[in-house]
Nanobody, 115 residues
Framework: QVQLVESGGGSVQAGGSLRLSCAASENIFNFNYMGWYAQAPGKERELVANINVGGSIKYAESAKGRFTISRDGAKNTVYLQMNSLKPEDTAVYSC?????????WGQGTQVTVFS
């Protein structure tokens, strides 16, 4: 059973930064995609950024220029560096891993941005 453990959430003032980490229980290059999703109160979960096994990256429009997804194969960890945070970034951020039609989720980490 794949396990994904997120860390790094918290409360930060607008304009600040946070780095989220997602530690996987197995080699991250086993997955076709790994990524980060955000679910704000009353809204559906949405893709923030993902990276495929080949290193191609996709960002949500709202994340472009502010967030950076990266990975460390030696640590089996995927990161989301979030800069210039805005109150509208407030959400539960969840790590996701996919192999073909199978996917796994972390427990989520709360990010709160206050003005």
């Amino acid at each position: 059973q794949v396990q994904l453990v997120e860390s790094g959430g918290g409360s930060v003032q607008a304009g600040g930064s946070l780095r989220l980490s997602c530690a996987a229980s197995e080699n991250i290059f086993n997955f076709n995609y790994m990524g980060w999703y955000a679910q704000a109160p009353g809204k559906e979960r949405e893709l923030v950024a993902n990276i495929n096994v080949g290193g191609s990256i996709k960002y949500a429009e709202s994340a472009k220029g502010r967030f950076t997804i990266s990975r460390d194969g030696a640590k089996n960890t995927v990161y989301l560096q979030m800069n210039s945070l805005k109150p509208e970034d407030t959400a539960v951020y969840s790590c996701n891993a996919q192999i073909l039609r199978r996917q796994w989720w972390g427990q989520g980490t709360q990010v709160t941005v206050f003005s």
